[in-house]
Nanobody, 116 residues
């Protein structure tokens, strides 16, 4: 089972960009499905974007056209490129790795704050 850790959060301006990284330790990263979730204060955790081991991507309607998920299996890393940031993107963002047995591994989260 892999372990994952997020990086790249911080303060972004409305209309600006941030890129999150999720680096995995362990073997067989390439066969895990990877996802980015977020949780805003007082709200449930929600799926933002996901990428399968085969490269198929899924996005929440709220981020379509603004966010891009990708992965570099050689670097054991998944990315979330966030463009055209909005204040409602403010949340703690979590990386998720899902195995072929549907076992989930979560990172500790990284705070993203969008404010001028």
């Amino acid at each position: 089972q892999v372990q994952v850790a997020e990086s790249g959060g911080g303060l972004g301006q409305p209309g600006g960009s941030l890129r999150l990284s999720c680096t995995a330790s362990g073997r067989l990263f390439s066969i895990y499905d990877m996802g980015w979730y977020r949780q805003a204060p007082g709200k449930q955790r929600e799926l933002v974007a996901a990428i399968s081991s085969g490269g198929r991507t899924t996005y929440a309607d709220s981020v379509k056209g603004r966010f891009t998920i990708s992965r570099d299996n050689a670097k054991n890393t998944a990315y979330l490129q966030m463009n055209s940031l909005k204040s409602e993107d403010t949340a703690v963002y979590y990386c998720n790795a899902r195995s072929w047995e549907n076992m989930d591994t979560w990172g500790q989260g990284t705070q993203v704050t969008v404010s001028s």
